[in-house]
């Protein structure tokens, strides 16, 4: 089973929850931690790194010594990574050639601009489509490193990270190559970035169930009723943990009740897990009574989508 631990903002305990329920469970644990641009799973789980792979994406190099300048690599790009200046000649008029001249003034004679492609890398997704598409067969691709993958165990847990390099403004093409290690013979769970963007459905599809951790606030119910139209249009089974229980409003309570949404499990604020959290201590370290809490959400995870 595949379980996906999302939340609509950032700072609600998404890690927490991940990571506290690989904890509790007493099976065979494969750990995704998808959020590549500030992974921090590896802070509680502390697991022994034995191996890395660096992960790289091809990016378009032209020989403008084939190329007819013709714009059509330009054309197929859905990300504008690619501007084609084409070449330019003036006319007969343009140049003065055939005009009245001074006695003083002489035309020069003008030369024609050479024509030029330019590849920005930062916003190449490295699909292929100018490469393929080229009618002189002028392109080529070189790979571009865009980060590493990190691989270790933690108690039995199977850990696996991605890690994007600072700079590089594309994160799915390093969740697609974290995600490509999964085991569909363990239990698997993926710590998924916040929010709702490109990076976040890249790291939830193809889950069996996710679970949204939410804090009971106004920004909190903001970004879960973003996140759950996400999850219906994506037509993943999901339901909420609330973080924080017992601080915020009960707005978050009513609309899970009202759009017909489990609630799975309610955390409290709590001063020792604060402290355990800053020290990165798992709660169930400090409150192993959280082993059944944890235990029972998968049991509800399993009976809502498994």
């Given at each position: ?201 890249e790291a939830v599809k193809g889950s069996d169930y996710c679970i949204l951790v939410t804090e009971p606030t106004p920004f909190g119910l903001n970004d879960l009723v973003l996140a759950v139209e996400v999850l219906k249009k994506l037509k993943i089974p999901f339901g909420v943990v609330i973080n924080r229980a017992d601080i915020g409003d009960e707005k ?55």
């Amino acid at each position: 089973m595949i379980i996906s631990i999302a939340s609509g903002k950032g700072g609600t305990g998404k890690t927490t929850v991940a990571t506290n329920l690989a904890f509790s469970l007493n099976k065979v644990i494969q750990f995704l931690d998808c959020d590549v641009e500030e992974p921090d799973a590896h802070i509680f789980l502390k697991p022994k790194i034995e191996s890395r792979k660096t992960v790289s994406i091809p990016v378009p190099r032209v020989d403008e010594a084939k190329c007819n300048f013709c714009g059509k690599c330009a054309e197929v790009c859905a990300y504008n990574a690619i501007a084609v200046v084409k070449p330019v000649g003036r006319s007969k008029n343009e140049a003065g050639i055939g005009k009245e001249k001074s006695s003083t003034t002489e035309t020069k004679p003008h030369k024609e601009l050479k024509g030029k492609v330019l590849i920005f890398p930062e916003l190449c997704h490295g699909c292929g489509g100018c490469k393929l598409l080229c009618p002189e067969e002028a392109i080529n691709e070189v790979d571009k490193d865009i980060g590493m993958i990190e691989f270790g165990e933690s108690k039995n847990i199977q850990f696996i990270h991605g890690k994007l390099n600072i700079g590089e403004a594309l994160s799915p093409p390093l969740i697609r190559a974290v995600k490509d290690y999964i085991n569909p013979t363990r239990t698997v769970i993926i710590d998924v970035p916040p929010g709702t963007s490109c990076p976040v459905i890249e790291a939830v599809k193809g889950s069996d169930y996710c679970i949204l951790v939410t804090e009971p606030t106004p920004f909190g119910l903001n970004d879960l009723v973003l996140a759950v139209e996400v999850l219906k249009k994506l037509k993943i089974p999901f339901g909420v943990v609330i973080n924080r229980a017992d601080i915020g409003d009960e707005k978050v309570d009513q609309y899970c009740q009202d759009s017909n949404i489990p609630v799975l499990m309610r955390i409290p604020f709590d001063k020792e897990i604060a402290v355990a959290y800053s020290k990165g201590i798992p709660i169930v370290e400090v409150k192993p009574k959280y082993i059944r809490e944890f235990e029972k959400l998968f049991e509800k995870v399993k009976e809502n989508g498994g």
